[in-house]
């Protein structure tokens, strides 16, 4: 890796997962974002291997997430846990400190953004630019933001989901409601409780959304086992699911990401709202992956959605290519160390 390639890094903070991306090499990082803490605050573990002790730690060990809806919940913790991402994707013997772009909900204050920014600067970036999600959604999808044209984007990941119409290379109106993935697992957890007095745990709630979840009835349901603990009994119980007992219990979720979407319509300009019934909603973000949700959008506003190609990755993509032109996008950049 010659140092000119290490000195720059675009990275997709989200709730559940950071992404971090190197030009020319693409996606070099993928893991959730978890930290382990010990009871005197020493920090054990960071990623894939925090996210393994999840619900399964002895009391004097705590894994848990430092970004709650899209934003740092814990300062220290997500320092460390960027400046282990960072070391980890430049490598031990690396002496250069990186440009880092990294990606905000669309609707962050100016407060959440400046601790991003000095969480990052503390982490050994160089200078740390602030990007909001929509937009590097946007780029990732291969959208050219910069044409006088709207383009509707709907970016779901684990906590939020941020909606905007971005024309000029600028969001025209958008929303950002802290209902994502993380909510419609809770939504599950709380119905097996409910329903089956079955306790699971988050893990269990995200392979039940993933294996058999849908936001529409489907006609052919898939079928789940799901283990767990009887509340009454307090034994290990094993009960079957389908698809549509699932879809009623995370509706309530799904019509709050709908209603963003509506109310983003409503408050969009008539010109741009033309623009969008010609080329369709784009969908990204790994929450946006739940089977038929583009076609329960299109039922719901009536303008047909899209899944991007590679929808998980498009933020980070997008990091990575606003890195590469910083001179194109740089009115899309809104705070810069």
């Known amino acids: 890796m010659s140092p000119f390639s290490a000195r720059k890094l675009g990275i997709d903070l989200g709730t559940t997962n950071i992404l971090v991306f190197a030009p020319g090499k693409g996606i070099i990082l993928n893991e959730p974002s978890v930290v382990a803490v010990s009871d ?9 291997e925090a996210k393994e002790m999840v619900g ?34 430049l490598g031990k013997w690396n002496l250069w400190k990186p440009d880092v772009l990294i ?19 503390k982490a050994g970036a160089k200078n740390a630019y602030v990007v909001k999600e929509p937009i590097l959604a946007a780029i990732g999808a291969g959208i050219k933001i910069e044409e006088a044209a709207g383009h509707m984007i709907v970016d779901i990941g684990g906590g939020t989901t941020d909606v905007a119409v971005i024309s000029l290379g600028g969001i025209v109106a958008s929303t950002s409601v802290k209902v994502a993935g993380n909510k419609i697992d809770a939504a599950i957890v709380d119905y097996m409780k409910k329903t089956y007095n079955l306790a699971i745990g988050e893990k269990m709630a995200e392979d039940i959304k993933i294996k058999i979840g849908s936001a529409i009835p489907m006609d052919e349901e898939l079928a789940l086992s799901v283990k767990g603990r009887d509340f009454v009994l307090g034994l290990p119980r094993t009960v079957e699911i389908k698809s549509n007992e699932i879809l009623k219990a995370i509706s309530k979720e799904l019509r709050e990401m709908v209603n963003a979407v509506k109310h983003v319509l409503q408050e969009t300009p008539p010109e741009l709202s033309s623009d969008i019934i010609d080329r369709g909603i784009i969908m990204t973000g790994g929450s946006s992956l739940l089977r038929n949700f583009p076609e329960l959008v299109f039922r719901r506003t009536g303008v047909r959605a899209v899944l991007a190609k590679d929808a998980l990755f498009c933020v980070a993509k997008g990091t990575g290519i606003a890195l590469e032109h910083l001179d194109i996008y740089k009115k899309s950049i809104i705070a810069k160390r």
């Open 56 to 89: 399964r730690t002895p009391d004097s060990i705590t894994a848990y997430r430092p970004m709650k809806d899209g934003v740092i919940a814990d300062y220290r913790v997500t320092e460390a846990m960027l400046r282990y991402y960072i070391n980890k994707a």
């Open 103 to 121: 990606s905000v909900p669309a609707g962050v204050t100016s407060t959440e953004r400046r601790a991003v920014v000095e969480a990052a600067v």
């Open 40 to 48: 005197n605050n020493k920090i054990l573990a960071i990623g894939a």
